[in-house]
């Protein structure tokens, strides 16, 4: 054989593993499992009930911007942010859905919308789906960490031994080079919460709780004081600037839902996932939308929309009212809502890495769980450690406009994943004789379908001719009928999403029509991104995965709790 022959099959050779390594999935038994042990030790223990659930999801979604993005918005939708809210919160419940589905489904293990499209799917498209998320998680972190900082020094300053005497380096942030600024308070308040995070899940579920309480409890002081200050006239005209600036604002409010799906990270730790997983899911979120929906009423009720502020809407609002002190009560809502959301996620990245650690995609010290805390303490001060760097050194604010695409790609791949998981038991199985097999059909249309839900986004957008739009829904409509006639469905045990497929792929279309609203750099980000995620999967990941022994041994059975009902 000539060197040039045995350099082609040594390329050959290296490509056919790639991509028989990139096409595997991981085999899960749903249902029925009820404890995890892992070769590095224990696995997670089981604490959270299904208030703790609920508290999880409320303290993940509802942080500062309930008391921002609420004003901001209003200044153009008007009134109608409301009927924003309504829309944004009904897509989310969509996503709920399918996350709700696939939890009951496989109620055992860490990892959330990785672990749903490794058994779904494959492992590259997991592998991507991470790393999305990850970087969404991190710079969130980061950011939420600065903003915290910046709330709590805003509340010192209410006393007048700190007024004017705390310099910017130490909460607000003092730039030094362009996105280079210090930060010294923000790194503090991460490493408390990483302390707290190693400690155990009961200790930081329980300052979760005291916190989200709080919060959710000035929420409502709030809109029951606004109440009675609220001017109905203040609600007319109720759509100043029409329906497109509602549904431009139902695209922008739809991010102060997202949050509610760490409930499904959890699934080691609670109680009683199969039903709890569920109801923590959906159940957060309808809280949120109803707390959301009030503060919109009370503030567009309270001052014109067109005198609210843009900083500070809500807090002028009740100034403007004579009701300074409530503003006070706004700061400490905000303080309390920051330190939930970067508690929670501060969590949810620590789970996932778990989660990969144990596959063998990241080195094995990722896996280890602490043989006391039960906690997977490596991962969670990595976490730490990766956001302590961003929040002290870095402007990461600057990054905000390429967050969400994380969130969005997680969404649609997880509704991707109801549909394939009810047709692939019996499709999977069968031989198909036509040239294309059934499976492939149908992810063929359901990829259709996501190109037509970002084509339509980009004819939004950019003003096109809805002619346009309507040929990217129907082409989409076609390919949502040959998935309902052409596939079958089997439903799952647990919680079912109902009206699938119809429901799922509605919701893939509406994220990815989201997607396309995000900015142009979000889009340079996602493939940017992926093209580094693939090249880390072809030096490590594919050598080192084992989706099928993956570090996890899972026992089979169903506790005594869970049998009695």
């Given at each position: 054989?000539?060197?040039?022959?045995?350099?082609?099959?040594?390329?050959?050779?290296?490509?056919?593993?790639?991509?028989?390594?990139?096409?595997?999935?991981?085999?899960?038994?749903?249902?029925?499992?009820?404890?995890?042990?892992?070769?590095?030790?224990?696995?997670l223990?089981?604490?959270?009930s299904?208030?703790?659930?609920?508290?999880?999801?409320?303290?993940?979604?509802?942080?500062?911007?309930?008391?921002?993005?609420?004003?901001?918005?209003?200044?153009?939708?008007?009134?109608?942010?409301?009927?924003?809210?309504?829309?944004?919160?009904?897509?989310?419940?969509?996503?709920?859905?399918?996350?709700?589905?696939?939890?009951?489904?496989?109620?055992?293990?860490?990892?959330?919308?990785?672990?749903?499209?490794?058994?779904?799917f494959?492992?590259?498209?997991?592998?991507?789906?991470?790393?999305?998320?990850?970087?969404?998680?991190?710079?969130?972190?980061?950011?939420?960490?600065?903003?915290?900082?910046?709330?709590?020094?805003?509340?010192?300053?209410?006393?007048?031994?700190?007024?004017?005497?705390?310099p910017?380096?130490?909460?607000?942030?003092h730039?030094?080079?362009?996105?280079?600024?210090?930060?010294?308070?923000?790194?503090?308040?991460?490493?408390?919460?990483?302390?707290?995070?190693?400690?155990?899940?009961?200790?930081?579920?329980?300052?979760?709780?005291?916190?989200t309480?709080?919060?959710?409890?000035?929420?409502?002081?709030?809109?029951?004081?606004?109440?009675?200050?609220?001017?109905?006239?203040?609600?007319?005209?109720?759509?100043?600037?029409?329906?497109?600036?509602?549904?431009?604002?139902?695209?922008?409010?739809?991010?102060?839902?997202?949050?509610?799906?760490?409930?499904?990270n959890?699934?080691?730790?609670?109680k009683?996932?199969?039903?709890?997983?569920?109801?923590?899911i959906i159940?957060?979120?309808?809280?949120?939308?109803?707390?959301?929906?009030?503060?919109?009423?009370?503030?567009?009720?309270?001052?014109?929309?067109?005198?609210?502020?843009?900083?500070?809407?809500?807090?002028?609002?009740?100034?403007?009212?004579g009701?300074?002190?409530?503003?006070v009560?706004?700061?400490?809502?905000?303080?309390?809502g920051?330190?939930?959301?970067?508690?929670?996620?501060?969590?949810?990245?620590?789970?996932?890495y778990?989660?990969?650690?144990?596959?063998?995609?990241?080195?094995?010290?990722?896996?280890?769980?602490?043989?006391?805390?039960?906690?997977?303490?490596?991962?969670?001060?990595?976490?730490?450690?990766?956001?302590?760097?961003?929040?002290?050194?870095?402007?990461?604010?600057?990054?905000?406009?390429?967050?969400?695409?994380?969130?969005?790609?997680g969404?649609?791949?997880?509704?991707?994943?109801?549909?394939?998981?009810?047709?692939?038991d019996?499709?999977?199985?069968?031989?198909s004789?036509?040239?294309?097999?059934?499976?492939?059909?149908?992810?063929?249309?359901?990829?259709?379908?996501?190109?037509?839900?970002?084509?339509?986004?980009?004819?939004y957008?950019?003003?096109?001719?809805?002619?346009?739009?309507?040929?990217?829904?129907?082409?989409?409509?076609?390919?949502?009928?040959?998935?309902?006639l052409?596939?079958?469905?089997v439903?799952?045990?647990?919680?079912?999403?109902?009206g699938?497929?119809?429901?799922?792929?509605?919701?893939?279309?509406?994220?990815?029509f989201?997607?396309?609203?995000?900015h142009?750099?979000?889009?340079?980000?996602?493939?940017?991104?992926?093209?580094?995620?693939?090249?880390?999967?072809?030096?490590?990941?594919?050598?080192?995965?084992?989706?099928?022994?993956?570090?996890?041994?899972i026992?089979?059975?169903?506790?005594?709790?869970?049998?009695?009902?």
């Amino acid at each position: 054989m000539s060197a040039e022959q045995s350099l082609a099959h040594t390329s050959s050779s290296h490509f056919s593993h790639f991509w028989s390594s990139a096409l595997r999935s991981k085999p899960l038994s749903p249902a029925s499992e009820t404890y995890v042990r892992t070769n590095s030790g224990e696995g997670l223990v089981r604490r959270l009930s299904l208030f703790d659930l609920l508290l999880l999801g409320i303290g993940a979604s509802i942080g500062a911007g309930i008391f921002v993005v609420t004003g901001t918005v209003a200044k153009d939708a008007g009134p109608g942010v409301t009927i924003s809210f309504i829309i944004a919160g009904a897509c989310c419940v969509l996503n709920a859905l399918c996350y709700a589905e696939l939890a009951s489904r496989f109620p055992a293990v860490v990892g959330g919308a990785y672990l749903y499209t490794y058994s779904a799917f494959n492992e590259l498209t997991a592998f991507l789906v991470f790393a999305q998320l990850m970087l969404d998680y991190h710079i969130g972190a980061a950011s939420i960490a600065r903003s915290l900082a910046s709330y709590v020094v805003s509340l010192l300053e209410l006393i007048p031994l700190f007024k004017d005497n705390i310099p910017n380096w130490f909460g607000h942030g003092h730039e030094v080079l362009g996105a280079l600024s210090i930060n010294i308070l923000a790194p503090i308040l991460l490493v408390l919460l990483t302390i707290v995070l190693c400690w155990g899940v009961g200790e930081s579920s329980i300052l979760n709780s005291l916190m989200t309480v709080t919060k959710v409890v000035i929420v409502l002081f709030v809109i029951i004081v606004g109440a009675f200050k609220v001017d109905v006239s203040n609600w007319t005209p109720f759509a100043p600037n029409g329906a497109k600036a509602i549904l431009t604002g139902a695209t922008v409010v739809f991010f102060a839902y997202v949050g509610f799906d760490a409930v499904a990270n959890s699934a080691e730790e609670s109680k009683r996932p199969q039903r709890d997983l569920p109801l923590g899911i959906i159940g957060s979120l309808l809280i949120c939308i109803v707390l959301y929906i009030g503060v919109c009423l009370v503030i567009t009720g309270m001052v014109p929309y067109q005198l609210l502020g843009e900083d500070a809407p809500l807090a002028e609002a009740f100034t403007s009212k004579g009701l300074k002190y409530v503003s006070v009560l706004i700061s400490i809502g905000a303080v309390a809502g920051l330190t939930t959301t970067l508690l929670v996620g501060l969590y949810v990245q620590s789970r996932l890495y778990l989660g990969l650690g144990r596959d063998g995609l990241l080195p094995a010290i990722f896996a280890k769980v602490h043989p006391t805390r039960r906690t997977p303490v490596h991962s969670q001060v990595w976490v730490g450690i990766v956001a302590i760097i961003l929040s002290g050194l870095l402007n990461v604010r600057v990054l905000s406009h390429i967050l969400s695409v994380g969130s969005l790609t997680g969404y649609s791949v997880v509704s991707a994943c109801v549909v394939t998981l009810r047709w692939m038991d019996k499709a999977a199985s069968q031989i198909s004789t036509r040239w294309v097999s059934e499976r492939a059909e149908g992810i063929i249309c359901l990829l259709t379908i996501a190109c037509c839900g970002f084509a339509a986004g980009v004819f939004y957008r950019f003003g096109a001719s809805f002619v346009f739009m309507i040929l990217a829904t129907v082409i989409a409509i076609c390919c949502a009928a040959a998935l309902y006639l052409r596939q079958v469905y089997v439903d799952p045990p647990g919680f079912s999403c109902p009206g699938v497929p119809i429901l799922p792929i509605i919701s893939i279309f509406l994220n990815i029509f989201l997607f396309a609203q995000l900015h142009y750099e979000a889009w340079v980000r996602f493939v940017v991104l992926s093209i580094i995620t693939v090249g880390i999967y072809a030096f490590y990941g594919q050598y080192h995965a084992d989706p099928v022994s993956s570090n996890v041994s899972i026992i089979y059975h169903r506790a005594p709790a869970e049998e009695a009902k």
